[in-house]
C-alpha cells in the first residue's frame, strides 16, 4: 500500500480546493491559486476539511501514481499558504548579481554579463550581491528557475568558484602538487 498516498490532506483555514472533470485540481489560498490536471485513473474526494487520494486498483504504475497525486496535491496546498523559496549563494572573486525591475544581472568571470528575466509567478530577491533567494507558489517552478540560475556558472570542486545552493555542500579535491 502506498503509505503516502493513503494520508489525507489537511485543508488549512482560507484554503478551497475545487476538484473538476478529467482530476483539475484548483487550489486557491491567501497567496495566490495553482491549477494542476492530475491522472485520471485517482479517485479525488474533497471531506470535512480533507482531501483523500484513493486508486482503483493495486498495479503497480497505479500504486507509483497514487503517492505522486497526493504529493502534488500536498505541495499545491503548501504553496498558497507559505510558499517556496530557494536560496543560491555566488562564490568567487569578482562573482555577483543585481537586481533591476524583474531582470537579474550576473557578472560571472564571462566576457559578458548573464541576464535572467523572473518568469511568471516567481520572485528573485538579492540578499547583498551574492546571495540570490527564488520565491514563489510553484514549487516544480521555483525548482526549475534555481537550477537555471545554478547551471549559468556551476560550482567547481577545487576552489568552489560558481553558483550553489545555500544547503549544497561541495566535494572539494587537491589541487596539483609541485614536482620535486
Known amino acids: 500500500m ?35 490536471v492530475l491522472p485520471a485513473e485517482m479517485e479525488i474526494k474533497v471531506e470535512d476539511g480533507h482531501v483523500v487520494v484513493s486508486r482503483p486498483n ?39 548579481a543585481a537586481k533591476q525591475g524583474k531582470e537579474l544581472t550576473l557578472t560571472l568571470g564571462y566576457s559578458h554579463p548573464v541576464i535572467m528575466i523572473d518568469p511568471e509567478g516567481i520572485e528573485t530577491v538579492l540578499d547583498g550581491q551574492n546571495k540570490i533567494t527564488v520565491k514563489g507558489i510553484d514549487k516544480e517552478k521555483v525548482g526549475q528557475f534555481a537550477a537555471e540560475i545554478r547551471d549559468k556558472r556551476r560550482p567547481e570542486p577545487y576552489k568552489g568558484k560558481g553558483i550553489k545552493y545555500a544547503d549544497e555542500v561541495i566535494r572539494r579535491k587537491v589541487g596539483k602538487t609541485g614536482k620535486k
Do not use: F, W
Not at 502506498?2 to 497567496?31: H, L
Not at 497505479?62 to 503548501?78: D, E, P, Q, Y
Open 2 to 36: 502506498s503509505r503516502i498516498g493513503r494520508m489525507p490532506i489537511a485543508i488549512p483555514a482560507g484554503v478551497t480546493v475545487d476538484v473538476a472533470e478529467n482530476n483539475k485540481v484548483t487550489v486557491k489560498g491567501p497567496k495566490g491559486t495553482l491549477e494542476r
Open 58 to 96: 493495486d498495479l503497480k504504475k497505479m500504486k507509483s501514481l497514487h503517492g505522486l497525486t497526493r504529493t502534488l496535491i500536498a505541495n499545491m496546498v503548501t504553496g498558497v499558504t507559505q510558499g517556496y523559496e530557494k536560496v543560491l549563494e555566488i562564490n568567487g572573486v569578482g562573482y555577483r
